[in-house]
């Protein structure tokens, strides 16, 4: 097998993106009688096929609806002929009930379309969020929940969004990225390319030690390409200068190779931080399912971040999908089932690819192999 280098965090660059402070938080608010919310982007699908689009879901911040206002969802073309706005056509929609109990404050809701629309993954298209045929109720208002990564400095031209006041559309690109996921009629889920759906409780908290249960907390994952990787990034540290650890490579239980981490060097006042490990360099092989753990080995406490994204259908608008998530276990025993809806923040850099050729000579150790360890 012969490779190429890389040099690439996997399973995906959204999970750096939660590295760097993404949240999910509101966004547009609907609080005029003619005010629209349009979230414009390319259509990615789990498996990169095309399909036919039945619903979409969405999250709200706020909802004020006493005065009995209901919301109308549609999908549009983008416009051609005028700048970050959809054409006005609704080509497929369905009007949200005032009583609606997913008509609500923090509340997911999912609006099934009265037709299907058929797309190509990539294909450039428009959600848009406004009032029902009745128009806006009372003082009525609703609010539209957006991810932030919290950097003015990295702002998103595509996907985007866009607000109309009744008269003009104007685009807002910047930190805000939408968080509309597409659900299809066969089952899969789709979202905006490059906007992952995360959920009001983006991040979750895990601090334990050698003494807790569980005491090691890994993400699984299958690989789907043969590659190498000689790093780990993860969100978290040590709460002590004591708390050293290991980072673990298994497949099912069998320990292919590991790290041990000095408490020293991950410790400090606040441990939401974003760390690199030096990994020896090992071969994944594809159609193989792995665990990347981290393991205390004091009964001073790690502490790991993962983010919570809400749902299932939710979790596959994420490379790798539903089979990629966290696991855990207590002094070695079995691996729990994997979270339906929380991912680790572990992700693997990954420095070579096979390029499928037939390449002699010996190389180094993959699935199946002996131990490799070492410590930084």
Not at 28 to 40: E, F, K, V
Not at 285 to 311: C, H, W
């Given at each position: 097998?012969?490779?190429?280098?890389?040099?690439?965090?996997?399973?995906?660059?959204?999970?750096?993106?939660?590295?760097?402070?993404?949240?999910?938080?509101?966004?547009?608010?609907?609080?005029?009688?003619?005010?629209?919310?349009?979230?414009?982007?390319?259509?990615?699908?789990?498996?990169?096929?095309?399909?036919?689009?039945?619903?979409?879901?969405?999250?709200?911040?706020?909802?004020?609806?006493?005065?009995?206002?209901?919301i109308r969802l549609s999908l549009?073309?983008?416009?051609?002929?005028?700048?970050?706005?959809?054409?006005?056509?609704?080509?497929?929609?369905?009007?949200?009930?005032?009583?609606?109990?997913?008509?609500?404050?923090?509340?997911?809701?999912?609006?099934?379309?009265?037709?299907?629309?058929?797309?190509?993954?990539?294909?450039?298209?428009?959600?848009?969020?406004?009032?029902?045929?009745?128009?806006?109720?009372?003082?009525?208002?609703?609010?539209?929940?957006?991810?932030?990564?919290?950097?003015?400095?990295?702002?998103?031209?595509?996907?985007?969004?866009?607000?109309?006041?009744?008269?003009?559309?104007?685009?807002?690109?910047?930190?805000?990225i939408p968080a509309i996921r597409?659900?299809?009629?066969?089952?899969?889920?789709?979202?905006?390319?490059?906007?992952?759906?995360?959920?009001?409780?983006?991040?979750?908290?895990?601090?334990?030690?050698?003494?807790?249960?569980?005491?090691?907390?890994?993400?699984?994952?299958?690989?789907?390409?043969?590659?190498?990787?000689?790093?780990?990034?993860?969100?978290?540290?040590?709460?002590?200068?004591?708390?050293?650890?290991?980072?673990?490579?298994?497949?099912?239980?069998?320990?292919?190779?590991?790290?041990?981490?000095?408490?020293?060097?991950?410790?400090?006042?606040?441990?939401?931080?974003?760390?690199?490990?030096?990994?020896?360099?090992?071969?994944?092989?594809?159609?193989?399912?792995?665990?990347?753990?981290?393991?205390?080995?004091?009964?001073?406490?790690?502490?790991?971040?993962?983010?919570?994204?809400?749902?299932?259908?939710?979790?596959?608008?994420?490379?790798?999908?539903?089979?990629?998530?966290?696991?855990?276990?207590?002094?070695?025993?079995s691996w729990a089932s994997i979270?339906?809806?929380?991912?680790?923040?572990?992700?693997?850099?990954?420095?070579?690819?096979?390029?499928?050729?037939?390449?002699?000579?010996?190389?180094?150790?993959?699935?199946?192999?002996?131990?490799?360890?070492?410590?930084?």
């Amino acid at each position: 097998m012969a490779w190429s280098n890389t040099s690439f965090l996997w399973p995906n660059n959204q999970i750096l993106n939660q590295f760097l402070g993404c949240t999910n938080t509101a966004g547009y608010t609907l609080n005029g009688t003619t005010q629209r919310a349009a979230y414009m982007g390319h259509v990615w699908r789990e498996d990169g096929a095309g399909g036919d689009i039945t619903a979409a879901a969405l999250q709200f911040g706020t909802v004020v609806k006493a005065g009995g206002s209901g919301i109308r969802l549609s999908l549009q073309n983008v416009s051609t002929t005028a700048n970050q706005q959809p054409d006005g056509t609704l080509d497929q929609q369905v009007d949200i009930a005032n009583g609606n109990a997913n008509f609500a404050t923090n509340a997911w809701l999912t609006g099934t379309f009265g037709s299907a629309r058929t797309v190509s993954h990539g294909d450039l298209l428009a959600f848009v969020v406004q009032w029902d045929g009745a128009g806006r109720l009372g003082s009525d208002t609703v609010n539209i929940k957006s991810v932030s990564n919290l950097y003015t400095s990295m702002e998103v031209l595509r996907p985007t969004q866009a607000s109309y006041n009744g008269t003009t559309w104007t685009a807002s690109p910047g930190q805000l990225i939408p968080a509309i996921r597409f659900d299809f009629s066969d089952g899969a889920s789709g979202c905006f390319f490059g906007a992952p759906v995360f959920a009001t409780s983006v991040t979750q908290t895990y601090s334990y030690s050698s003494s807790s249960s569980p005491d090691e907390y890994a993400i699984e994952f299958p690989i789907a390409f043969d590659c190498k990787f000689n790093g780990v990034a993860f969100y978290g540290g040590c709460l002590s200068n004591s708390a050293d650890f290991d980072v673990c490579l298994y497949q099912g239980t069998t320990l292919l190779a590991s790290v041990s981490c000095d408490g020293n060097h991950f410790h400090t006042t606040y441990v939401n931080k974003l760390n690199y490990i030096h990994f020896p360099e090992t071969e994944l092989e594809a159609g193989t399912t792995y665990r990347i753990s981290f393991k205390p080995t004091t009964t001073n406490q790690i502490r790991l971040y993962a983010m919570d994204v809400g749902s299932a259908n939710n979790m596959k608008t994420f490379p790798a999908g539903t089979a990629c998530a966290l696991t855990s276990r207590t002094d070695a025993g079995s691996w729990a089932s994997i979270s339906t809806t929380i991912r680790p923040n572990i992700a693997l850099h990954i420095n070579k690819i096979s390029d499928g050729a037939s390449a002699g000579g010996g190389g180094i150790p993959r699935g199946g192999s002996s131990n490799l360890r070492s410590r930084i």
